[in-house]
C-alpha cells in the first residue's frame, strides 16, 4: 500500500520563478494538507484541501495557492519565488473523519538561488 | 510567538537508558497532542497521541505524559536503541469545524549511542 507520494524530491529554481510540488496522498484519506520546514524548524502549517476546497490556511502569502483534484491528489504553487521560500515541502493526507493524525510524504526540497 | 516550544534542540542519552523529551505549549484550547519522529531524507512518521482527557498514554517503549495545567508534555523512551536516534517534533491541535491544523515545535535531535 503506498504512502504519500510528492514529486519533485528535489529542485532549484531562480528568484521570481513560479513552482509547482505535486503530492498523491495515502490510498483511501481524503485530505491534503501542505507544510513547509525551514532548516532547524518544525513544519509550519500552509494549508489544508478537502473536498476541493481550501478548508483551512496557515500564515502564508497570497503567492501560496494549491488545489485538489477529484482523485485526492494535491498541487502547491509558489509564484514570484523568494530566497526564504528554500525549505523542505511536506505533504500529509489524512481521513477526514479520523483516527486523527497525519501520514507525510519524503517531501520535496525547493532550493531558491 | 511559538506556541509549540521544544526548548532542548538536542539530546544524548545511552542505549537501554531512558530518553524523556519535552514539549511545552502556550495556547490553552490545544486537546489533542502527538509526537512524530524523522529520519533524515524522510517525512515526518506518526508515534504516538494523547487526549487532553488522559495523562497518560502507552505504546510498547513510548509513553506520552500530558500536564495540562502545566501546559507541559514529555516522552518517554524505555528502554533506547540506536535506531531512535532522529528528530523528534511534537505537535498540537486546537478542536474546530474543519478538520485538524497541527501546529509543530522545533524538534529535538535525540542520539542514543550504543
Known amino acids: 500500500d503506498a504512502g504519500v507520494t510528492q514529486s519533485p524530491t528535489h529542485l532549484i529554481k531562480t528568484r521570481g520563478q513560479q513552482v509547482t510540488l505535486r503530492c498523491s496522498p495515502k490510498s483511501g484519506h481524503d485530505t491534503v494538507s501542505w507544510y513547509q520546514q525551514a532548516l532547524g524548524q518544525g513544519p509550519q502549517f500552509i494549508f489544508q484541501?478537502?473536498?476541493?476546497?481550501?478548508?483551512q490556511r496557515g500564515n502564508f502569502p497570497d503567492r501560496f495557492s494549491g488545489h485538489q483534484f477529484p482523485n485526492y491528489s494535491s498541487e502547491l504553487n509558489v509564484n514570484a519565488l523568494l530566497l526564504g521560500d528554500s525549505a523542505l515541502y511536506l505533504c500529509?493526507?489524512?481521513?477526514?473523519?479520523?483516527?486523527?493524525?497525519?501520514?507525510f510524504g519524503s517531501g520535496t526540497r525547493l532550493t531558491v538561488v | 510567538d511559538q506556541q509549540v516550544k521544544q526548548n532542548s534542540p538536542s539530546l544524548s542519552v545511552q542505549e537501554g537508558r531512558i530518553s524523556i523529551l519535552n514539549c511545552d505549549y502556550t495556547n490553552s484550547m490545544f486537546d489533542y497532542f502527538l509526537w512524530y519522529k524523522k529520519y533524515p531524507a524522510e517525512g515526518p512518521t506518526f508515534l504516538i497521541s494523547?487526549?487532553?482527557?488522559?495523562d497518560k498514554n502507552e505504546d510498547g517503549r513510548f509513553t506520552v505524559f500530558l500536564n495540562k495545567s502545566a501546559k507541559h508534555l514529555s516522552l518517554h523512551i524505555v528502554p533506547s536503541q540506536p535506531g531512535d536516534s532522529a528528530v523528534y517534533f511534537c505537535a498540537a491541535s486546537a478542536p474546530d469545524n474543519y478538520g485538524q491544523n497541527f501546529v509543530f515545535g522545533p524538534g529535538t535531535r535525540l542520539s542514543v549511542l550504543p
Open positions: 500529509a493526507s489524512s481521513l477526514d473523519q479520523g483516527p486523527y493524525g497525519y501520514t
Open positions: 484541501y478537502y473536498e476541493e476546497e481550501e478548508r
Open positions: 494523547i487526549s487532553s482527557i488522559k
